[in-house]
């Protein structure tokens, strides 16, 4: 019976090991997922990761259409400039040319000076030489006119808006 009596004791005391861990409190589970702080953190760091993305996009095509433009106004200035010299070398030739009707010109009263020349002729040069001077101006005033209405943009879009407005009441 002895072997009877240290069953029934080691049986109570594994039943009093049992009871105490059944009593004894339990130690809360790790959570196998994120908070929900942590969730909504995740939410806000993608909604502003999309958010990122797209104003990187819109800045892409922001410069690219900047590029663009700047591109265009680079090919028009050149355009602008190499029309200018032609005009300018134009402009010489005419000048040229007018010099040398002037020079003419004073030879041809050099010699009515004397008696010996033609007043028709004379009035001939001097009609030729006046017109040859008002296309000269009519040109000077067509190239500065043109000129003005390639730079009217380009200051209207580099001036204030006030002062525009200014600029269109004095030319308008």
């Known amino acids: 019976m002895s072997e009877l009596t240290e069953l029934e004791r080691r049986i109570a005391a594994a039943l009093d090991r049992i009871a105490r861990a059944v009593e004894a409190p339990q130690p809360e589970p790790e959570p196998t997922g994120p908070s929900p702080a942590e969730i909504a953190l995740q939410d806000a760091l993608e909604a502003e990761r999309a958010t990122s993305a797209r104003l990187a996009e819109r800045l892409r095509a922001d410069v690219g259409r900047l590029e663009t433009r700047l591109a265009q106004a680079s090919a028009k200035l ?11 070398y134009e402009l010489q030739q005419l000048k040229r040319a007018n010099a ?3 020079q003419a010109n004073a030879a041809l009263m050099a010699g009515q000076g004397d008696g010996d020349g033609d007043e028709a002729a004379l009035i001939g040069a001097l009609r030729a030489e006046l017109d040859a ?13 043109e000129l003005m209405a390639e730079l009217a943009p380009l200051a209207e879009a580099g001036a204030p808006q006030g002062q525009t ?3 269109e009441d004095r030319h308008g």
């Open 100 to 102: 040398d009707l002037a």
């Open 133 to 145: 001077l008002r296309a000269a101006r009519r040109a000077e005033v067509a190239e500065l006119e």
């Open 78 to 88: 050149e355009r602008a400039n190499d029309h200018l010299d032609r005009q300018g």
């Open 165 to 167: 407005d200014a600029q």
